[in-house]
């Protein structure tokens, strides 16, 4: 699933812009020829979430059909032909030329399917794609299931607190490779002093005998090392002298370009090392804070749909305040994302779409255990090259049968057989992510109230708390010691580093009380100041994470407003709420970030 690039042997067609579209609530489009043609379509852009882009189908999550016809450029003769989807939500169904080529499962992860022999050279091709977003109990994440957060019942009904936005949210295009290529890469990168090491596994699609080569370029002097394919796999390890180490503040990318006898793919690599030691996270062997926010992707009009100008005015916001790192909650983000903050030096949570998994019976956990699996290991098989992603989340709050939000509870009620199967659960997919990838750090995220004990098997202890807004809310001071308590406890009961990946306060932007009251910008500062300080004190807290970086859609119900989630520090179009500058006041180092996005 190596990203698609454009050199003198690969190509790529990216066929975003508007496409024609339908919707089919009655589930009649595939006998009726709708792969071939859509009669009575009306325009939709591609990335985008349909639902943004029709008033009238807001609330609407059943099956909907893409279409737009093409040429494949002549000089792509003779090479594999590949279509490639950055992402549909829920699921998606392709087809060129009127034949079905696949299917794909899960709403945030790319696919791709060998169209070679479809194609129909010096005449237009047909693509369509069917998506759909139906809300089923057995789906990741889930909907039509009570949830525990009974305040959280909902239109439409998810476990979820964001909006199901539906569609094919980031690009689709058509990419070419030779006969014989490239498929994928990995590389894991060590650091002896000041040298670095780069090791480098190639797989090819061909399983003979072959050569190649891999090259650093970027440093002092370029690096090389012979790939000898057997099997059609190899391995190189270069060493580079006086290297320079990848960092939230120095950046800094160096290009890995592999050849073969036909086919050559250069990828950005970081070099760098994670891991954990004691109470701190350790990057490159130094303790480093992970401090920023918990985000979405989500803005008015592309709703979840890939938006640059958005991406890059998000992370020049984000520097501005000093944030150095995010969590991609709930959901892995876009490919486009994920270089900016190698790039960039934003240090990544990157999550699964396991929001609010519950264990509920044996049938739909194995159905649930499916479509995880299979999203960490296309979450680690798509990200794992990337400098910026420190940790894999393979759960954010899974949900206790019984949740007290205002008691810490270690062990659970064994008795309870929910608790015993969320353990297992959990342990297996935290496991799993580790086998896939024993380079980088794992975790899950506690909900408040939730089992300390499901959260034994992390290398980061992730928790989300709600001191001062769902629990004591109004009443900061108390909220501040259950807050200053809970974390010795979580500390001395799991020893390992902590991230806070969620606090945080609803604020009406433009609501102003003294004293501060909730729903104020006054009470959302107050919250975040006491928050920090409390972290402050504490040498185990390794990032502090507010939910949220700015307001976003979710799900109609009493607890939001207009259907919007106003934790942000920012509103929904990125204005500061007055909890900003107190972010500032903590993150900002002497000099701090610049508009450009970088340290000075
Ligand atoms: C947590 C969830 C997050 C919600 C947040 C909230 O992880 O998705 O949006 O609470 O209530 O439970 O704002």
Not at 215 to 232: H, T, W
Not at 271 to 283: G, P, Y
Not at 475 to 497: C, G, I, S, V
């Amino acid at each position: 699933m190596l990203n698609p690039i454009q050199n003198n042997v690969r190509h790529k067609l990216d066929l975003s812009g508007i496409w024609d579209f339908k919707i089919d609530p009655d589930e009649i489009g595939e006998q009726s020829g709708w792969p071939n043609a859509l009669a009575d379509a009306g325009p939709i852009a591609v990335p985008g979430s349909w639902n943004e882009q029709y008033a009238d189908l807001f609330e609407y999550l059943g099956v909907a059909w893409y279409m737009r016809r093409t040429y494949v450029p002549q000089t792509w003769q003779g090479q594999r032909v590949f279509i490639r989807v950055g992402s549909a939500n829920y699921f998606g169904t392709v087809y060129v030329n009127g034949t079905k080529v696949g299917s794909h499962e899960g709403g945030h992860l790319p696919f791709a399917f060998e169209v070679t022999k479809l194609v129909r050279w010096g005449e237009e091709n047909v693509i369509a794609i069917s998506v759909e977003n139906h809300l089923k109990p057995t789906r990741v994440p889930s909907g039509k299931l009570p949830s525990a957060l009974g305040a959280f019942a909902s239109f439409p009904s998810t476990t979820f607190d964001f909006y199901p936005y539906a569609g094919i949210h980031r690009p689709v295009m058509l990419y070419a490779v030779p006969q014989d290529y490239i498929e994928d890469v990995t590389v894991v990168t060590g650091i002896d002093g000041t040298e670095g090491s780069v090791k480098v596994m190639v797989r090819l699609n061909t399983s003979g005998a072959a050569q190649g080569s891999v090259r650093l370029v970027g440093g002092d002097a370029p690096v090389e090392a012979d790939l000898r394919f057997s099997g059609g796999v190899a391995e190189a390890e270069m060493r580079v002298p006086g290297a320079r180490f990848w960092s939230d503040t120095d950046p800094f990318l160096y290009d890995l370009v592999i050849e073969t006898a036909s086919d050559r793919y250069t990828l950005p690599i970081g070099i760098r090392t994670v891991a954990v030691r004691d109470n701190q996270i350790l990057l490159n062997g130094r303790p480093v804070k992970m401090n920023g926010f918990g985000r979405h992707e989500d803005f008015y009009a592309s709703g979840r749909g890939l938006n640059l100008p958005l991406l890059v005015k998000d992370y020049q916001l984000m520097r501005s305040v000093g944030a150095n790192s995010y969590r991609t909650s709930h959901y892995p983000y876009s490919e486009e994302e994920m270089r900016l903050a190698d790039s960039t030096g934003f240090l990544i949570i990157d999550e699964t779409p396991a929001v609010s998994l519950q264990f509920d019976s044996e049938e739909n956990m194995a159905e649930r255990m499916r479509i995880c699996w299979q999203q960490i290991e296309e979450l680690i098989t798509r990200d794992k090259n990337h400098p910026s992603v420190l940790i894999w989340s393979v759960a954010n709050e899974p949900q206790p049968q019984k949740l007290n939000l205002t008691k810490v509870d270690v062990e659970g009620n064994r008795a309870d057989p929910s608790v015993v199967w969320g353990k297992q659960f959990l342990d297996t997919l935290v496991r799993h992510a580790r086998e896939l990838d024993p380079t980088r750090l794992v975790t899950l995220v506690g909900v408040m109230g939730g089992l300390m004990d499901w959260l034994r098997e992390c290398d980061v202890t992730c928790i989300n708390r709600y001191w001062g807004w769902y629990v004591d809310g109004g009443q900061m001071d108390k909220a501040l010691t259950q807050l200053d308590e809970e974390l010795d406890l979580t500390w001395q009961t799991l020893r390992k580093p902590i991230i806070m990946t969620e606090f945080g306060a609803d604020t009406m932007v433009g609501f102003h009380s003294q004293p501060p009251l909730m729903w104020t910008e006054e009470y959302q500062a107050e919250y975040v100041r006491g928050h920090l300080e409390v972290a402050a004190r504490k040498d185990f807290v390794a990032g502090m994470q507010v939910w949220h970086y700015a307001d976003f859609a979710a799900v109609q119900s009493v607890m939001r407003v207009g259907g919007v989630n106003m934790r942000g520090v920012f509103t929904r179009t990125r204005q500061p709420k007055m909890a900003v500058e107190v972010l500032r006041e903590f993150w900002v180092k002497d000099g701090g970030a610049t508009d450009s996005g970088k340290a000075e």
